[in-house]
């Protein structure tokens, strides 16, 4: 149970690093696109929100294949499909159950169902604050 815990705490940490990585480095992107970050064009909103989602993707997709890649190296699953999709389903909370782990490593799933909500709530956080500071820099333009 303990290798568990450890294995687990350090996932999502790495996880967790990845995630706030990849949302900074969006927002320096943005910013050097011109967004509110830095300032926004009013006519940019789509292709920033658009680009701020990719980097959202992209950092979910990350995490969900370094979960898949830690259970293909503790044996759990044997192909790459089967751990990917366990690791999908579990992210995202949804936990099907019709693929699942041995008693021996059952922790690792509620692992990354928190993984999961903590991802979620930071790549939301992050768009919400994107289409916030978007926004008002159009509201504000348009108003001069």
Same mark, same amino acid.
């Given at each position: 149970m303990l290798t568990q815990l450890i294995i687990g705490?350090?996932?999502? /940490?790495?996880? +967790? #690093?990845?995630?706030? &990585?990849?949302? *900074?480095?969006?927002?320096?992107? /943005?910013?050097? +696109? #011109?967004?509110?970050? &830095?300032?926004? *064009?009013?006519?940019?909103?789509?292709?920033?929100?658009? #680009?701020a989602v990719l980097f959202?993707?992209?950092?979910?997709?990350?995490?969900?294949?370094?979960?898949?890649i830690l259970f293909l190296g503790l044996n759990v699953f044997s192909q790459i499909e089967e751990s990917l999709y366990f690791s999908i389903t579990s992210y995202t909370t949804v936990g099907y159950g019709d693929i699942v782990v041995g008693k021996e490593w059952?922790?690792?799933?509620?692992?990354?169902s928190v993984n999961g909500l903590l991802a979620f709530?930071?790549?939301t956080a992050f768009l919400f604050e994107v289409m916030r500071q978007t926004s008002g820099r159009r509201r504000n333009n348009e108003h001069s």
């Open positions: 705490g350090a996932t999502i /940490l790495l996880n +967790m #690093g990845v995630m706030v &990585g990849i949302v *900074a480095l969006a927002m320096n992107v /943005l910013r050097k +696109m #011109g967004h509110p970050f &830095g300032a926004s *064009a009013s006519g940019r909103f789509f292709a920033t929100f658009s #680009g959202v993707v992209l950092a979910n997709t990350l995490c969900i294949w370094i979960w898949a059952r922790l690792l799933a509620g692992f990354i709530g930071v790549a």
